[in-house]
Antibody
Framework: EVQLVESGGGLVQPGGSLRLSCAAS????????MDWVRQAPGKGLEWVGRTRNKANSHTTEYAASVKGRFTVSRDDSKNSLYLQMNSLKTEDTAVYYCVRVGATADTFDYWGQGTLVTVSS | DIQMTQSPSSLSASLGDRVTITCRAS??????LNWYQQKPGKAPELLIYTASSLQSGVPSRFSGSGSGTDFTLTISSLQPEDFATYYC????????FGGGTKVEI
């Protein structure tokens, strides 16, 4: 059974930093692209960033809203995905989901339960 | 960026109703369109991929159609567990979601 479990969320002041983690199990983690998707309270879904698999050199992509501030990384030996968030803004307040990218056409086929990040003074 | 516009933003329906949700892309995206269902307090779940392919385990009352810029998600006979918010998502160029459609009783 595929499982994705996020951790690391919490309250942080504007301008601060936070690192989210996602522990994956139930599939060959190194074979898959992995993404982060967020959802502000009461709002819709927003794609945040991606790390590709080893076959694609673990390259990364980011949404314009977080580029230069957030870094997606992975450790295939630990089946883990990370999101380093720096220079946080109040508008980054959201539930952050760790998501597996399916083999077909960039579908998000498995999601974690999410972790809440609140940016507030 | 490609903008995705869903309509309506919310709708009221009854058990057994046929429900149709529309998603329009700001430019052509071929059939690179996926649909997700999200229930309150839960993560989204994949329903339909590449416009019309049913994800494994999803009931056959869900169907998708369309190509280019206009897409629809149809629920043929609304069940109690279908009351939720539905999102479309394009994967043709970068990744963007529609604003969501809340299906209420």
């Amino acid at each position: 059974e595929v499982q994705l479990v996020e951790s690391g969320g919490g309250l942080v002041q504007p301008g601060g930093s936070l690192r989210l983690s996602c522990a994956a199990s139930g599939f060959t983690f190194s074979d898959y692209y992995m993404d982060w998707v967020r959802q502000a309270p009461g709002k819709g879904l927003e794609w945040v960033g991606r790390t590709r698999n080893k076959a694609n050199s673990h390259t990364t992509e980011y949404a314009a809203s977080v580029k230069g501030r957030f870094t997606v990384s992975r450790d295939d030996s630990k089946n883990s995905l990370y999101l380093q968030m720096n220079s946080l803004k109040t508008e980054d307040t959201a539930v952050y989901y760790c998501v597996r990218v399916g083999a077909t056409a960039d579908t998000f086929d498995y999601w974690g339960q999410g972790t809440l990040v609140t940016v507030s003074s | 960026d490609i903008q995705m516009t869903q309509s309506p933003s919310s709708l009221s329906a009854s058990l057994g109703d046929r429900v149709t949700i529309t998603c329009r892309a700001s430019q052509t995206i071929s059939r690179y369109l996926n649909w997700y269902q999200q229930k309150p307090g839960k993560a989204p779940e994949l329903l339909i991929y590449t416009a019309s392919s049913l994800q494994s385990g999803v009931p056959s009352r869900f169907s998708g159609s369309g190509s280019g810029t206009d897409f629809t998600l149809t629920i043929s006979s609304l069940q109690p567990e279908d009351f939720a918010t539905y999102y479309c998502q394009q994967s043709y160029s970068s990744l963007t979601f529609g604003g969501g459609t809340k299906v209420e009783i």
